[in-house]
């Protein structure tokens, strides 16, 4: 079975430092979401793709945080210089298509995360 | 915009009784509804969706979810659990815009006790 592909699985990283996760989506799937979840909460959507286009990244910290997929396929998300709060799992996801042609587009598979530790 | 209120943080109970999880949800337009399971160090897994049709949806590992409009409700059940149900479980709202943002509640803990 097909799987959302993440790496590295674990980062300890000290503030001030640069970081970056990459995510590899299911072949196939046009859309790409980052989300960041706290200890204790529910994942947030930071940024997601289309293809290589941003759709969304209203949530996205952009005076540190920066994602790209530049040939529409595998991603990566920069965190520069983490911080302290930025300690999280941050979880990569991916499903067909986002929009109303399909009802699978609505189902997203998640990939098993990164757990980034910031001291 | 939508938003997910998930009224139990932990959920103890014994191994093989039945258990409910409620999850309660507002939006200001229709949505699609989610279960995700999560466990421990892991990515989330998708346990039941409700996009229209039968109220009733049933998912894996013998769990089901029923959609209550009027109570703006999606509350999963499951006859009776076993020690490998022990996990972090989420309910998550998409409008139907066609955007396909998920919005998560913040979890119940599921703790299975022999």
């Known amino acids: 079975e097909a799987e959302v592909a993440q790496s590295p699985r674990y980062k300890i990283t000290e503030k001030s430092q640069a970081v970056a996760f990459w995510c590899d989506p299911i072949?196939?799937?046009?859309?790409l979401y980052w989300y960041r979840q706290i200890l204790g909460q529910g994942p947030e959507l930071l940024v997601q793709f289309q293809d290589e286009s941003v759709v969304d990244d209203s949530q996205l910290p952009k005076d540190r945080f920066s994602a790209e997929r530049l040939k529409g396929v595998d991603s990566t998300l920069k965190i520069q210089p983490a911080e302290l709060g930025d300690s999280a799992m941050y979880l990569c996801?991916?499903?067909?298509?986002?929009?109303?042609?399909?009802?699978?587009?609505?189902?997203?598979?998640f990939g098993p995360g990164t757990r980034l530790t910031v001291t | 915009a939508q938003s997910v209120t998930q009224l139990d943080s932990q959920v103890p109970v014994f191994e093989e009784a039945p258990v409910e999880l409620r999850c309660n949800y507002s939006s200001s337009v229709s949505v699609y509804l989610f279960w995700y399971v999560q466990y421990p160090n892991q990515g989330l897994q998708l346990l039941l969706k409700?996009?229209?049709?039968?109220?009733l949806v049933k998912g894996i590992n013998g769990f089901e979810a029923e959609f209550n409009k009027s109570q703006t409700s999606f509350h999963l059940r499951k006859p009776s659990v076993h020690i490998s149900d022990t996990a972090e479980y989420f309910c998550a709202v998409s409008d139907r815009t066609g955007a396909n943002n998920l919005f998560f509640g913040t979890g119940t803990r599921l703790t299975v006790i022999p």
């Open positions: 409700y996009l229209s049709g039968s109220t």
């Open positions: 072949s196939g799937h046009a859309t």
């Open positions: 996801a991916s499903s067909v298509t986002s929009g109303r042609t399909q009802a699978n587009s609505y189902e997203q598979y």
